[in-house]
């Protein structure tokens, strides 16, 4: 029986040209996580299934990929004389995201953590998905999150950090759009939806950059919505409130004021709009009073960064104060935000945004016999204390062979030791760049080559 | 029902004090290996379970977590009449080593890699052994491998690159145990151990630093050897060959000389002597012809890594020269190394070897009234443009109280943005480590404080 070599469907395989564009985006996000106090953590592959139940929907349960039960565990369920329930073959799965993990970490450690902790983490997420083009069974997410403070400084805090990720990785025109989840359920309950509907009304709002208006009104009466509520969010879907944030949120302020949560909203957007006026994501904010980010554990305000000329987000996030709850049994505040990774990386390919890749080899010792490769051995040894990057051709094969090879893996210079030059305590380089040759004394090998590498 | 908040057993939450000694560890090995003209390679967490089974033993396989079917697959295995059999409940699996991965790619991938390929990769592993002090069912493994070339200059490399990682590190009195699979073999057959015995007498004798030379002894006998071969193992069980390497393999060559493989073995060890005694491992190699490396899938020089004052070892590896074609269907030589780096942090940890942490935040930006947090804001901005790692305090607070964080924080600075300094274009710069307060103007608290922080 043949195996087949591809990586199972859904996931990749990064060889080393990918891995460096992938490193390349990381670095840039960590640096300005670091640089605004995030500090790394990383938590498990593998969760209790406990603790990932129950956190993304019924939808978001099935895609979780379990763990089957091993040995003595596995054998008791099979020969069970009961029909076998998919509930006693596995009790553990899958990280799904990064924020349930966080919400564990923070409800079991949190003696140890600062008070007011600042995290960040790039690992991988699994979900078992449908694979298709751009979506993965396994994706990175870069998370940054703040808990312990429902002061809206935090979400100005993360506003200005991913805008300076974004301006970092070379992105212009950005734009983030801001809502409140208070502020969407005091729309909907003032334009007269009944409360069993709220939801199912927000579900079909998120739809309005796919549907259009009209395609979300046909869905609110699906839903069982009254044409006078449908008619009541008319304004609001056709994006009529306003032509500024302060406009749009007056307009806003008319129809839901009156309402505890409408006033907390607006009133939380008014301060994240105050706070940021001055910081990297001044000007860039934008009141969408649609946006809705799906139906996770958001409580407060919800955000998306979308950039020129492309369609949906690159990055998202939101407070939720209510997810460390679920695990510690008291409310911890808290706020963070995704970058959609895999979709960045996208992008900067198609655009052409990445620099050229720096780390490869600089060098390429090669080797001429048996007999001399103890002294390619050396040499590499040497060039390496003087901080190059330095492959040696590991057999003795034709110089020709080993140049075209080392032109191939793009490397710019080659140190060819051989016979005649090595008998007058010398070494050959060869700059792969330009095809001219340098005869240089053994000792000064290492500086010649900085110094041709410096000249490109 | 309450749920546990630990992460699952055998796995770890990594906070951010651990993260930053895993990152210093990680970050040596990948500039040592990048100095090699290695390059990154990262593989899915997930692999077919069909390119798993039968590379790691029948224990091995036992060991490998498998992921449950979802949705239709599983009710139909479920709801089968038959007695539900386990092959029929998954057909994926968690990366058990970095190897497989590897050769699995370079059968997939392999006209778009270089004729000699170097990879590093640094990811975890997942093995479901029983949990205990110390074994982890989640662990990182950092690989490297050289794939396509025969020759010695690989191990030279490997052994090179080794040697310079734990030198990096700190590590002093490096010893490099060395032998060779086919000499091994040829040991065995010659002194009368019949072909089917031949594994399990490498078992046996894999077990020598752990039981001794009578232990293995009585194993061998256990297992069906007669008297006249043991005793004919004795010199080599009791390390009685010789003083130095060549002594030793000259012992070596007059017991095994005459056999293939104990010629090959010989020849090919001399040959990684002689390679890399001008090399970072010179001086460091000891032939040791008990050293055996478990029964896994290496076909030639075999080495482990130790450090004075420590039992076990710190490294390991080998050439495989097979394992590629068991999905290529052609012979593709390799040879690789890989890092036990939890046991390395452990024992960097007790040995204090660790730099103290240099990412945390330099300065912390004081929040004093609501009214006056777009002060805040704006100033961590501008210290951030001057390249500071700086957190904003998010929300107002007693001064005394964020100084306090601050100081729990080990954050060195505390900016004050306040209504009197404030008044006069002013902030109060506060040296946490002295307690010193500097007065100075607004425009120079990023210069002011880099200054502060170079003094220490």
Chains 1, 2 share one sequence.
Not at 201 to 228: F, W
Not at 246 to 262: F, K, M, N, P, Q
Not at 385 to 410: D, F, M, N, T
Not at 424 to 432: E, P, S
Request: glycine fraction near 10%; proline fraction near 5%.
């Amino acid at each position: 029986m043949s195996t087949s070599t591809k990586p199972p469907a859904g996931t990749r395989d990064f060889l080393p040209e990918a891995m460096e564009q992938r490193r390349q985006v990381i670095a840039v996000v960590e640096r300005v996580y670091r640089s605004y106090g995030f500090l790394p953590l990383e938590t498990p592959a593998m969760e209790n299934l406990s603790t990932l139940l129950g956190k993304y929907g019924d939808e978001g349960d099935q895609l979780i990929f379990r763990l089957l039960h091993r040995g003595e565990k596995l054998t008791r369920t099979l020969s069970s004389q009961e029909p076998v329930d998919e509930r006693r073959l596995a009790d553990l799965g899958l990280r799904y995201d990064l924020t349930v993990p966080l919400a564990r970490v923070v409800a079991q450690h949190g003696s140890r953590l600062p008070r007011i902790f600042r995290r960040f983490q790039v690992q991988p997420v699994w979900r078992a998905d449908r694979p298709g083009r751009g979506r993965f069974r396994e994706f990175f997410q870069c998370d940054a999150d703040i808990v312990g403070s429902q002061s809206m400084g935090v979400e100005a805090e993360l506003l200005g950090a991913v805008c300076e990720v974004f301006d970092e990785l070379g992105f212009s025109e950005l734009r983030v759009k801001l809502n409140h989840r208070q502020l969407l359920f005091a729309l909907v309950s003032c334009a007269g939806v009944p409360e069993h509907l709220e939801t199912d009304a927000l579900v079909a709002m998120d739809k309005l950059d796919k549907i259009g208006p009209d395609g979300v009104a046909a869905e609110l009466r699906d839903r069982g919505l009254h044409a006078a509520a449908i008619r009541e969010l008319g304004p609001v879907l056709q994006r009529e409130l306003g032509e500024d944030n302060e406009a749009i949120l007056a307009a806003l302020e008319a129809r839901v004021g009156d309402s505890e949560r409408g006033a907390q909203g607006i009133a939380e957007l008014r301060e994240v709009l105050r706070l940021t006026a001055r910081g990297p994501a001044a000007g860039r904010l934008t009141v969408d009073p649609v946006l809705a980010r799906g139906l996770s554990y958001y409580t407060g305000p919800i955000f998306e960064v979308e950039v020129s000329d492309l369609a949906g987000s690159l990055a998202g996030g939101g407070r939720y104060d209510e997810l460390v709850g679920m695990f510690l049994g008291r409310k911890v505040p808290a706020c963070g935000v995704a970058l959609g990774l895999e979709r960045i990386l996208v992008v900067m390919g198609e655009r052409g945004m990445f620099r050229p890749a720096t780390s490869g080899p600089q060098v390429l010792v090669t080797c001429w016999s048996a007999e001399l490769a103890p002294e390619s051995v050396a040499l590499a040894a040497e060039l390496r204390r003087g901080s190059l990057r330095v492959e040696l051709y590991p057999e003795p094969s034709k110089l020709g062979r080993q140049l075209k090879y080392a032109a191939g893996r793009e490397i710019p210079l080659a140190a060819v030791v051989a016979p005649e030059e090595l008998a007058r305590g010398a070494v050959q380089l060869k700059d792969l760049r330009t095809g001219m040759r340098h005869e240089c004394p053994r000792a000064e090998v290492g500086s010649r080559a900085l110094a041709l590498l410096e000249e490109a």
